[in-house]
């Protein structure tokens, strides 16, 4: 028998939660097939069976959260497809005089069951809950049951707690469990209920952790926000004017987000230290503009990142956005597309939001928020007032190393580039 155990994913990733089995109990399975989906906090992955046979014993169940190393299927090398026991082959071939014989010893050893039952009561023992062949394994080995923690959710002890028990990692594994016993017992105590209909859903793992770091942003931060507006007139004349023939040369639409990503790196140049982060006590500066575009999908918000955006050209950089926002949405992205970013910006004008306060992506220091283009009465230099397509954008930035003049100029840099398109063009 074969144990399929979840593997090492990634470094940062420990735990995930069962999204769905893709084969059911009694499937035959090869190596390396996948067997089922693990949504972890950052993306959605394939388990891959390690061993080929039969699925005899599904461990673990969809919804369920699980860590890596934990046995979460059996697979019987030897087993034959649509058996349902860990011995399906072998139970075809047996016998009807022998499984008789098994049903005469099962009533033979009722009675030993019954003594024993009738001990543990005698010894104040009869509140514990295991499985015959469990006592039968702590008689052999001495345990006491009483002094057994099941892994059960039933509390119902099973050999491999008493292996467990015996082998002194019972102990262990309590205070591992008992944190994890306390945050849910903390959990079921917050839960209030209502006199009126209500729906209760559980959070997906990927809505927990963005959730969890949201807070922390907030908690382990000094953010702040500082606002200004951009004169979209010169972006959407020049798009105007090119759209058609970019569109033919490179096979991909001119949209906004490449200038700004474009305006954001020409700005991070100026103004390092919005491209760096903190660590410990010291401030790292990164020389590199890998930036993170957030991206709408149903479970949440995502940030791939796009790679040496600086030595990308609009093209690039509007390939590089359609192709990871596809992804994205198709959960297809790699951990690799998700980690590393050095500076973030979101979009929540696609949704209409006029003005909105971004949360820092951490651990980085800043991140820009876009927001809707609505027309509005503008007072030009010569006091004659115009209809502008304005913009307003948001800049949060962490107080701790950037500084509030710095913060401004960076915001006044990127305002500058966009209204002013053709130098972006020259540098890009």
Do not use: C
């Not at 697979?75 to 047996?94: L, P, R």
């Not at 700005?267 to 760096?276: D, G, H, R, S, V």
């Amino acid at each position: 028998m074969k144990e399929i155990k979840v593997p090492e994913l990634a470094e940062s990733i420990t735990e995930g939660t069962i999204a769905e089995w893709l084969v059911k109990k009694g499937d035959k399975v090869s190596k390396g097939d996948p067997i089922l989906e693990l949504e972890t906090d950052k993306v959605n992955v394939e388990v891959n069976a390690d061993a080929s046979g039969v699925l005899t014993e599904i461990v673990k169940d969809a919804g369920d959260d699980v860590e890596v190393g934990d046995v979460i299927a059996k697979v019987d090398e030897n087993g034959e497809a649509g058996g349902s026991s860990e011995d399906s082959s072998d139970q075809k071939e047996e016998p009807k005089e022998e499984k008789k014989e098994e049903a005469k010893q099962e009533k033979k050893e009722e009675p030993k069951e019954k003594e024993e039952k009738t001990a543990e009561k005698e010894s104040g023992k009869g509140d514990v809950v295991a499985t015959p062949a469990a006592r039968k394994r702590a008689r052999e080995l001495g345990i006491d049951l009483s002094e057994i923690s099941a892994r059960d959710p039933l509390g119902r002890i099973r050999p491999e707690d008493v292996d467990a028990a015996a082998s002194g990692s019972q102990e262990k594994e309590t205070k591992q469990e008992a944190p994890k016993k306390e945050k849910k017992a903390e959990k079921n105590n917050e839960k209030t209920e209502f006199d009126k209909p209500v729906e209760r859903v559980k959070m997906s793992r990927r809505r927990q952790t963005i959730a969890k770091r949201l807070v922390e942003a907030q908690q382990n931060s000094a953010m702040l926000t500082t606002f200004n507006e951009v004169d979209m007139s010169a972006v959407m004349q020049l798009r105007k004017e090119r759209k058609e023939d970019f569109q033919q040369k490179h096979d991909i639409k001119l949209g906004f987000m490449s200038f700004f990503t474009k305006a954001v790196i020409g700005a991070l140049k100026e103004f390092p230290l919005l491209n760096a982060e903190i660590q410990g006590n010291e401030i790292v500066k990164k020389k590199f503009y890998d930036i993170g575009m957030a991206v709408s999908t149903d479970e949440g918000l995502v940030v791939p990142v796009i790679r040496d955006a600086d030595r990308l050209g609009f093209a690039g950089i509007e390939k590089d956005i359609s192709r990871l926002a596809k992804k994205a949405i198709n959960k297809e992205l790699q951990l690799d597309e998700l980690q590393g970013g050095s500076f973030t910006i979101t979009n929540g004008g696609t949704f209409g939001s006029m003005l909105s306060t971004p949360i820092l992506n951490a651990p980085q220091v800043g991140i820009l928020g876009l927001h809707n283009i609505q027309k509005r009465a503008m007072v030009m230099p010569d006091d004659s007032i115009e209809v502008r397509p304005m913009m307003y954008i948001a800049l949060s930035y962490d107080h701790r190393i950037v500084d509030g003049k710095e913060a401004v100029q960076f915001l006044v840099r990127v305002k500058e580039l966009i209204e002013d398109p053709y130098d972006l063009l020259l540098e890009g």
